[in-house]
């Protein structure tokens, strides 16, 4: 592997090569989300368990956006019914420009102390798993299926196996201050050169601590893990938080709600405010803000899954 400088928030892919330098029908990838995580999770106040959740969450959106060749969007939801009532996180991916994400959680906040004595899969247990993606060109997807699995990196692989038919092993960290990730998938289109390449670079791969998952730049952790195998190590992809919510989406969904709703809010409260439940910037509309909205004339396009 040549060297690389690592980059504290980034996206690193890397492929298995076999002696003659092919590709092999491994690739995979590492994500360290730091300032990202931070600035993620800096206006909201959340239990511990769904901060530590959140951040597993937003490392496998970007290991999973990543592996999509196209720009788009993809959701990862966790629904459930119990005190914990959703997560979300969000993956934007510009192939030329990174991945932005955002994330954000609702929860029945008179049981937030209680939150802390539950398991993670105590919370979701009776709860579904939805996958959205939503490219720019193209029709919008979504996957819906049962909580299967002892965490969340169980659950997506087998969401990826049983739904998209594609072995993926996942590898996922949060301390609560910052977040990490690792993605290995195995490539149905390829020939199958070394049979049992598949099963070898999972065992080592299982040897990764959350420590080493953390704190090592890419190429230190993949020598570590791989040293007797030819890994291609790629240029890092730069990851942020950027919330997409404006005041134009705002307004377009005060459209959709309809003049008699919306009037009804105005008589009611004389201001309609809204707060984005992910970045919590502040939005407010008057009457004559409202009005001017309803009497727009701009045709919308109804967005899947979107929060």
């Not at 102390?113 to 398991?119: D, L, N, P, R, V």
């Not at 080493?212 to 890092?236: G, H, I, K, M």
């Amino acid at each position: 592997m040549s060297s690389m400088t690592n980059s504290p928030d980034a996206l690193n892919h890397f492929l298995f090569e076999d002696k003659l330098n092919h590709p092999t029908p491994i690739r995979g990838n590492l994500v360290h989300l730091n300032q990202t995580f931070t600035l993620a999770m800096q206006h909201q106040t959340l239990p511990n368990v769904l901060k530590i959740a959140l951040g597993e969450l937003m490392a496998a959106s970007a290991l999973l956006s990543a592996t999509l060749k196209m720009d788009g969007v993809l959701v990862l939801q966790l629904q459930s019914k119990g005190a914990l009532k959703l997560l979300v996180v969000e993956c934007s991916q510009v192939l030329n420009f990174g991945l932005h994400l955002r994330a954000t959680a609702k929860w029945d906040e008179t049981l937030t102390t209680e939150m802390e004595s539950f398991t993670f899969i105590e919370l979701v247990k009776h709860g579904q798993f939805v996958i959205t993606l939503d490219p720019q060109e193209g029709e919008p997807y979504q996957g819906i299926v049962p909580i299967e699995g002892e965490s969340i990196a169980q659950m997506l692989q087998n969401y990826m196996l049983r739904s998209q038919q594609i072995d993926t092993s996942l590898w996922l960290h949060c301390d609560g201050e910052s977040a990490s990730g690792m993605l290995l998938q195995k490539l149905p289109s390829l020939g199958e050169l070394d049979a049992d390449a598949w099963n070898r670079v999972n065992i080592l791969a299982d040897t990764v601590t959350d420590d080493e998952l953390q704190n090592l730049a890419p190429e230190t952790l993949l020598t570590r893990l791989f040293s007797e195998e030819d890994v291609r190590l790629f240029e890092a992809k730069p990851t942020q938080f950027r919330c997409s919510c404006s005041k134009a989406k705002v307004g377009n969904m005060l459209r959709m709600l309809g003049a008699d709703e919306v009037n009804s809010i105005l008589a009611e409260q004389g201001l309609i405010e809204v707060n984005c439940d992910f970045c919590n910037k502040h939005y407010s509309f008057d009457a004559v803000d409202a009005a001017q909205i309803l009497a727009s004339s701009d045709a919308i396009k109804p967005s899947v899954a979107k929060h």
